[in-house]
């Protein structure tokens, strides 16, 4: 019945961190669209787009980089260097990937408990920057703390089956 409970969380991460990862895509292409129209309308008709590039910092740019990090860890595909890990055999490598873990959960818990304090100044300043136009910028700052407490949900679930002998399967390149 525990099994059954863990799967299902599983999968439920997974699916969450998919979402996370797809707004974080969306996010890109969004940026890549909107900085591309400000440069073909600032040099080819002299009408930029005011706050783009506050736009940019405050919004694309941390949805790129935060939301997907669920995703990176559901998957264990973060950016790794196993250089004696591969050489170690398997009584070694279970603690290594035990205390990775661990020490991933707290770093990923400082960064979200600091970053929830920045959002929840922001939001009670209802902080903005002010350019040619005010761009609202604190619902932007929640997006740092949601992308981190993901994270470290999705590492408690890998600590979860190393911890009950399951095995953390490293994400490997592929090759083309």
Not at 55 to 74: H, Q, R, S, W
Not at 156 to 175: C, D, M, Q
């Amino acid at each position: 019945m525990a099994a059954t409970g863990c799967n299902e969380m599983k999968r439920l991460s997974d699916h969450f961190a998919s979402v996370l990862a797809y707004v974080a895509g969306l996010s890109l292409v969004l940026m890549m669209a909107h900085v591309t129209l400000d440069v073909v309308l600032k040099y080819f008709f002299k009408l930029p787009i005011p706050g783009t590039a506050e736009v940019v910092a405050a919004y694309y740019m941390i949805g790129t980089v935060f939301l997907p990090l669920a995703y990176i860890e559901v998957h264990n595909r973060p950016i790794v260097v196993e250089l004696l890990y591969d050489r170690l055999p398997q009584a070694l490598q279970r603690p290594l990937d035990v205390l990775a873990t661990v020490l991933s959960i707290v770093f990923y818990a400082f960064l979200a408990w600091q970053s929830v304090k920045i959002a929840m100044t922001a939001l009670e300043n209802r902080e903005y920057i002010d350019g040619v136009w005010k761009v609202v910028v604190w619902p932007s700052r929640f997006l740092i703390p949601l992308g981190l407490l993901a994270a470290c949900a999705a590492l408690a679930l890998r600590l979860i089956t190393l911890l009950t002998g399951g095995k953390a399967e490293h994400g490997h390149a592929e090759t083309v």
